[in-house]
């Protein structure tokens, strides 16, 4: 009796460390993610599928077609999704996700960030104000997992 007490606390134990997902897209497996704020430290151009797991800042409130993840200095990074084949929840921002993919340093039209700020939600004058287009760091995700809420 006293090793079933034992082997149940442990494996009680065990299900506080392991983390429940859901998956959007192609499913993974979490291993060791690089931490999103980190990205912009590491030489990209040999990356063929990076894992990374960071804070998303905001979600396309039209559909969930693409989230901005939290980096250093309050720099943010797109990520889209791969072939635009699957959506995530509309509701992710200030949720930890890990996400699988190829980061790259990409241009971005005006009318694609103008694009963007409509599906965020912002201002016609906000989105009239985007008369650059811009360089940054970018990511196409394969898939993402999202922690499940009990």
Not at 16 to 33: L, R
Not at 131 to 146: Q, R, S, W
């Amino acid at each position: 009796m006293r090793k079933l007490v034992l082997v149940i606390a442990f494996c009680s134990s065990l299900s506080v460390f392991a983390q429940d997902f859901k998956t959007y897209g192609e499913a993974f497996v979490k291993t060791s993610p690089t931490e999103a704020v980190a990205l912009k430290k590491l030489d990209l151009s040999n990356t063929a599928n990076l894992e990374v797991e960071g804070e998303v800042n905001a979600v396309c409130q039209a559909k969930g077609c693409w989230m901005t993840v939290n980096l250093e200095n309050g720099e943010t990074m797109r990520v889209t999704f791969k072939d635009y084949g699957f959506f995530v929840p509309k509701n992710l921002a200030g949720t930890k996700v890990v996400f699988k993919g190829k980061p790259e340093v990409t241009e971005t039209s005006v009318s694609e960030l103008r694009h963007y700020a409509a599906d965020a939600g912002k201002t016609k004058a906000e989105i009239m104000a985007i008369t650059e287009p811009e360089i940054a760091l970018t990511f196409v995700a394969d898939g993402v997992l999202v922690p499940k809420v009990n």
